[in-house]
């Protein structure tokens, strides 16, 4: 039987980041500054394109009650972290619910998700489900904490219990869309995600992030494995 790799503690994952990009060409060249700024051009263009979408969510989102948006610390390029922004879909309080809902999590790894979270409002099932929630994550890419396409972005808590496979996560910028979305988004298991993360990183090129774009697209609209 094969032995599980060793998770990183959270003192290591950044060492064991630094050590990859010292001698992988993967990440400098997906940080290029010319790629930043498209992607940026690109984001200012959608969120351009679906304002009427964002004000009917903001407007709908708000009439179930609470704040519009929902601010989460997340890690993205080389470990730095930064405030991930998304629509509530949410109770207000769901962070200080979690606990109680450890026992019933259906996922492996550090992950929790529930297919029947009941921490999820009415209005939030339906964001969910279409992917409309995730729209704010294009003021992110403008700002260049995220891109377009790539790794999931991760929670400080589950950076923490990275394995170094799991860790070439951060050798990119986490993506509004990705490989994992494409590919099952929250039906994949923790060790399928990390695979498909670690192999878009290792394999990136533009084609392959403009492949994922269109494939999101039908994705969505399936809205299958959104919870």
């Known amino acids: 039987m094969t032995a599980a790799a060793p998770a990183l503690t959270a003192d290591t994952v950044l060492e064991h980041v630094a050590v990859r990009r010292s001698t992988d060409v993967t ?8 790629y930043a700024v498209l992607n940026a051009v690109v984001a200012s263009l ?10 009917a969510v903001a407007i709908a989102v ?9 601010r989460q610390t997340r890690v ?3 470990g730095r972290e930064f405030r991930m922004i998304k629509f509530r879909s949410m109770v207000v309080d769901a962070e200080a619910r979690l606990a109680a809902l450890i026992e019933r999590n259906e996922a492996a790894g550090p992950l929790f ?10 209005v939030g099932q339906f964001l ?34 990275y394995c170094p496979l799991a860790a ?3 050798d990119a910028k986490p993506g509004l869309t990705g490989l994992w979305q494409v590919s099952g988004r929250s039906n994949l298991s923790w ?21 994922i774009l269109v494939r999101t697209v039908g994705a969505v609209l399936r809205g299958g494995g959104a919870y």
């Open 27 to 34: 990440a400098p060249r997906r940080a290029g500054r010319f």
């Open 46 to 55: 959608i969120l351009l394109i679906v304002a009427p979408v964002l004000l």
């Open 62 to 70: 708000k009439l179930d009650g609470g704040p519009v948006l929902f």
């Open 76 to 78: 993205g390029h080389d």
């Open 113 to 122: 998700k529930m297919a029947r979270d009941p921490r999820i409002t009415r």
């Open 128 to 161: 969910r489900t279409y992917s409309l929630d995730e729209l704010p994550q294009l003021f992110n890419v403008v700002g260049g904490t995220m891109a377009l396409v790539g790794p999931r972005p991760a929670l400080p808590r589950e950076v923490a219990h």
């Open 168 to 170: 070439r996560r951060l």
């Open 191 to 211: 060790d399928e995600s990390i695979r498909l993360d670690a192999r878009y990183v290792d394999t990136w090129s533009p084609a392959l992030d403009l492949t």
